[in-house]
């Protein structure tokens, strides 16, 4: 089955600064692969997604890449903002009516 | 206004006792999910359902059962509890047309204590 790993586990940063977040996955066969938003306390929710028939994609500050040979992914957050301190989780799928693996996630800070 | 409820969001229990985690959307989705998550191990996906009386496993099923008699409606039944089932559970549902890849919705979590 698919196994998703995610690095770094946690992520400190100024404000203003980039952060990035990288995702492996192991099945060759996944072409969908989300990324979610935890903030403490709260729910997860979706903040960029990529489908496998692209490389990058992008909304305001945040961006996603996909490269399928390595199979890896990653997460942009550019001019990071306080408000971006969150968990961050990448996830991976194969089939889209089936299971949705995710990563360990990342815990973010970013600093004043 | 469209959301995905769980009922209880808080419950201590003692081991042994059968208790059931209600999840319900109200926006006619039929992909839903439950998922556990624990410090370090992210988010792990228990069942998922497809549509009305399909179900599958996911990656950590044991302990748990579902059903999904209704579309709307998708229970976490936990027959015999035990603290090793202390987490944190989100159930969450996506559009029909295109399963979990669309945008999955969760709910608010419910946090389960066994004693």
């Known amino acids: 089955g698919e196994n998703v790993e995610q690095h770094p586990s946690t992520l400190s940063v100024q404000e203003g600064d980039s952060a990035v977040i990288k995702c492996t996955y192991s099945?060759?066969?996944?072409?969908?692969f989300p990324w979610y938003k935890q903030e403490l306390g709260k729910r997860p929710q979706l903040i960029i997604d990529i489908r496998s028939n692209v490389g990058e994609k992008k909304d305001q500050r945040i961006a996603v890449t996909l490269n399928k040979t390595a199979k890896h992914f990653s997460l942009h957050i550019t001019e990071t903002q306080p408000e971006d301190s969150a968990v961050y989780f990448c996830?991976?799928?194969?089939?889209?009516?089936?299971?949705?693996?995710f990563g360990a996630g990342t815990q973010v800070v970013v600093t004043p | 206004e469209a959301q995905v409820t769980q009922n209880p969001r808080y419950l201590i229990t003692v081991t042994g006792k059968k208790l059931t985690v209600t999840c319900s959307q109200n926006?006619?989705?039929?992909?839903m999910s439950w998922y556990r998550q624990d410090p370090g191990l992210g988010l792990r996906q228990i069942y998922y359902?497809?549509?009305?009386?399909?179900?599958d496993k996911g990656d950590v099923p044991e302990g748990y059962k579902v059903s999904r008699k209704e579309k709307r409606n998708f229970p976490l039944i936990l027959e015999s509890p035990s603290p090793n089932q202390t987490s944190l559970y989100f159930c969450?549902?996506?559009?029909?047309?295109?399963?979990?890849?669309?945008?999955?919705?969760f709910g608010p979590g419910t946090r389960l204590t066994v004693l």
């Open positions: 099945d060759s066969a996944s072409n969908y």
């Open positions: 359902s497809m549509n009305v009386e399909v179900t």
């Open positions: 926006m006619n989705h039929e992909y």
């Open positions: 969450a549902s996506s559009s029909g047309t295109s399963g979990v890849t669309d945008t999955q919705y």
């Open positions: 996830a991976a799928i194969q089939d889209s009516w089936g299971k949705l693996q």
